[in-house]
Structure formats: C-alpha cells, structure tokens
C-alpha cells in the first residue's frame, strides 16, 4: 500500500508570512496518462473537510490563489502565500494514483495554527 | 448547488450494524462516484468506500469484508452499512462526492454525523 507522510505535524505560522506542507509518498505518483494524482484539503475546525487542490497544482473554484500546490513523483509541496487567520486548520495530503485496486490514501495531517 | 446531508443513529451498540444515509440535492446520483470517509476522534480521514455512477463498488481493503455501500436513485440516497461494530469504529462519518475524474477524489463534502460504539 502506498503511505502518505505529511511534515511538518505542526506548523506555527505569524499572520502575513508564508507557510509550506510537504507531503511524501512511497511510491511515485505519476500515473500511466503521465499525470500524478495528489489533492490537498483543508479541514477548518469543527468544519468538514474541503478539497482545495487536485493533480498536483489545479487549484479548485474558490480557492483563494494564496495556496499554491507543486511537486512530482513522490515529493508534493502546498505553499501558502500569506498566512490569513481563516487558514487556521489541519491539511491533508490524498493520493489517488494507486487505485483501484487500492485506496485513497491520506497522509496523517498537517495542524496550521497562528503564532 | 450540491448538497449532502448524513442521517443516521448517533449511538451503535457493539456487536451491530451500523447503518448510515447520505441524501444528495443539486446532482444527480446516477451519475459520477459517491464516497464515505471516517474520521475517528482527534485523529485523520479515512476512506471507506465508494459506489460509482454504474453500481460498481471499491472498498478500502482493511475493512472490505464488513462493508456494504449501497444506492438508492429513486430518492438520490446511498447508504453504508458497516457490520460487527466496535468501539474503533467510532468516528464522525462524511459522504461525499467523487470528482468526475475518479483519481481526483472527492469534490463535494457532507458536514458529517457522529456515530459512538458504545453499550
């Protein structure tokens, strides 16, 4: 099974400065049309989470453009631009390469809180 | 716009079968895919499953042989039945709607519903 592994657990960030989430996966994710199929979402408190990036960097309707997704193979990076106090949350890294006859697959999350 | 709404009993003795609704509104069920997603307290997503636009179903292979997903198109419903509970399986569970690209994952989230294992 592939295995999603998201740094930093906790990210401490001041308000106005820049925020990166690495996500790792085990195995690359280039899929057989070339494309790697890794979705990032948000999940704000006491809210249900919220795709805000797919394949890699396409980001979804109404997604602020202050996130930013990169990254190929294994190595995927979500950039937030400037750190707004409604990005408080914890983030999750999905694979869907590996499927079927797999899983989606999430990394454990990433806690964004204000300094 | 779409929307998905959750039902279900918020308490589950251990031993049963928990079984939950996810009701859709502003789409069509009969088409694309239609997922369930757990989240056990303080803790990460899971995905549970999925029924596609066909019937066909996909299950995540570490609770594949206690799972039924199900579908309703005459109501727009689908359904998870997840058998033999335990308190492990204690978790808020969301529905959702899969990306018309099915490797996208999952566009459209429900708020979610508690369910608690628990005699």
């Known amino acids: 099974d592939v295995v999603m592994t998201q740094s930093p657990l906790s990210l401490p960030v001041t308000l106005g400065q820049p925020a990166s989430i690495s996500c790792r996966s085990s195995q690359s994710l280039v899929y057989s049309d070339g494309n790697s199929y890794l979705n990032w979402f948000q999940q704000r408190p006491g809210q249900s989470p919220r795709r805000l990036i797919y394949k890699v960097s396409n980001r979804d309707s109404g997604v602020p453009d202050r996130f930013s997704g990169s990254g190929s193979g294994t190595d995927f990076i979500l950039k937030i631009s400037r750190v707004e106090a409604e990005d408080v949350g914890v983030y999750y890294c999905?694979?869907?390469?590996?499927?079927?006859?797999?899983?989606?697959?999430f990394g454990q999350g990433t806690k964004l809180e204000i300094k | 716009q779409v929307q998905l709404q959750e039902s279900g009993p918020g308490l589950v003795k251990p031993s049963e079968t928990l079984s939950l609704t996810c009701t859709v509104s502003?789409?069509?069920?009969?088409?694309?895919?239609w997922n369930w997603i757990r989240q056990p307290p303080g803790k990460g997503l899971e995905w549970i499953g999925y029924?596609?636009?066909?019937?066909?179903?996909n299950y995540n292979v570490s609770l594949k042989s206690r799972i039924t997903i199900s579908v309703d198109t005459s109501k727009n419903q689908f359904f998870l039945r997840l058998r033999s509970v335990t308190a492990a399986d204690t978790a808020v569970y969301y529905c959702?709607?899969?990306?018309?690209?099915?490797?996208?994952?999952?566009?459209?989230w429900g708020k979610g519903t508690t369910v608690t294992v628990s005699s």
């Open positions: 959702a709607r899969g990306d018309e690209t099915v490797f996208n994952g999952m566009d459209v």
């Open positions: 999905m694979q869907g390469t590996h499927w079927p006859p797999g899983t989606y697959t």
């Open positions: 502003g789409d069509f069920i009969s088409s694309q895919y």
């Open positions: 029924i596609s636009y066909s019937g066909s179903t």
